[in-house]
DNA sequence: CGCCAGGTTGATTTCGCTCAAGCAATGTGG
DNA sequence: CCACATTGCTTGAGCGAAATCAACCTGGCG
């Protein structure tokens, strides 16, 4: 439960490069000042925690910038990363909503900076304005999505198959163009969590990525990856999704 | 899109079995008389389509008795069984939010009977009283614990305490007890089915099937099974979890 | 310098998929 | 009513993918 502390400095949501991006551009004016005074603006490095499963709900927050990874684990110490999530998204609204404990842990990917948005200000909000539990709901509604879709692949899909589509995406979103048709990505990823991303073993990826090099579709070195045709590495998923 | 045809009757939400386990608890009675203005109660044979992938949305499910399969197709011809809902679940509320195509289906697993809310009479009742929303925003937060955990289930688990697992779940929904801790089942899945909720070929179920007669965990005959200790089956699941 | 975490690689074994055959129950047309 | 197809399920043999166990490498750090 963050507390406001001499680093932190005061927040206006009005003023938010994210304003209309996030879940709150649904609301006005004086509905952002309001909820700018239930704000705490906080940095975290790389790696560190933002919130703990089992930790209970004070609120929502707000990614302003980097990306964040949504952990589970389960009681044998099984952990897996369910999501990842970038600016305007919002997380931890599912325990507020449910007023509960969080089931997930949230840890920064890099250094990213994230607003925190205090219970009760937000309840407050909530009640008067029907349009942002509507986007809430809408938020909820693509992440069932993203969810049964990610099911989906778990049950369907090998891990090859798996570990191209994780690779495609993080380029999406992480990637940058270097010449026509490569692209470079630096993972923001451990290979144990690219693991446990697709539900297996560090050492199967790794025996992934030495096949993928091998057949020249990409060049890895530690979190540094080339990829010097897109197209290559987009027919090869087809290729497994097409069999 | 159902239709109003003669066999339907008129509806009184107020005074139906499941209004107080149903979403719709939250809504006053002049609210529940408005709602049954949009409603269209049918019954549904077993194995017959409520509604299906790429349909565009009309409105909403409510379950008002019997149960329902929610599917998922790929491109290639996969199907999944994602999601099992019951009486007082609702259905086909994300694609009614975002007002796309249905991008599951969703099938009745035996005699069911199912009421259908108009969009129009929803979205004015949504839009004067926020508490439904709220309440659709609680279903849609537990709907992603749900899928969460059946990701993570998908992903750590070895696919005999998966389906030691789902057939723990149908026994607590679906079984009875016979005697002091046996359960008798009838399965409201196929053999596939059951296959395609653990991701696994419905051969290798009827492999784990055989071993857990073999072990005299279970007694399999068709679909019906009888289980004469539960403890048993589940002390079976615990030493799979602890490994 | 030694230690350690993260990553790679190898050997072995286990698990589950594929392909294929066979069986029982049910349905269908002649 | 029977021959025949169809559907759902089981079983077997062979193979491939991935888990496990273990060794080893590498870069960062006290």
Not at 99 to 107: L, Q
């Amino acid at each position: 439960m963050p507390e406001r502390r001499a680093s932190d400095s005061a927040v206006s949501c009005r003023l938010c490069h994210i304003r209309h991006i996030s879940d709150w551009k649904v609301l006005r004016d004086d509905e952002l000042d309001e909820l700018s005074t239930g704000v705490i603006r906080r940095e975290y490095a790389s790696g560190e925690t933002v919130y703990s499963i089992g930790d209970t709900n004070s609120g929502v927050y707000c990614i302003s910038g980097g990306s964040v990874g949504v952990r589970k684990l389960d009681e044998q110490g099984n952990s897996v990363l369910l999501h990842l999530a970038y600016p305007g998204d919002t997380l931890g609204y599912r325990s507020f909503l449910l007023s509960g404990e969080h089931k997930t842990s949230a840890e920064a990917l890099g250094p990213t900076v994230i607003c925190h948005m205090d219970s009760r200000t937000i309840s407050a909000i909530l009640e008067r304005n029907p349009e942002l539990g509507l986007q809430f709901l809408r938020r909820a509604a693509s992440e069932i999505d993203q969810a049964h879709t990610a099911l989906m692949n778990s049950l369907t899909l090998c891990n090859r198959a798996r570990f191209l589509h994780l690779l495609l995406f993080l380029i999406k979103r992480h990637g940058r163009l270097v010449e026509d048709g490569a692209r470079f990505i630096e993972l923001p990823l451990s290979r144990r969590d690219l693991a446990s991303m697709i539900g297996t073993r560090h050492e199967t990826v790794s025996r992934i990525i030495a096949r993928l090099e091998a057949e020249g579709i990409a060049r890895f070195s530690g979190r540094r990856v080339m990829v010097p045709r897109m197209d290559a590495l987009v027919a090869e998923l087809d290729s497994h999704l097409a069999n």
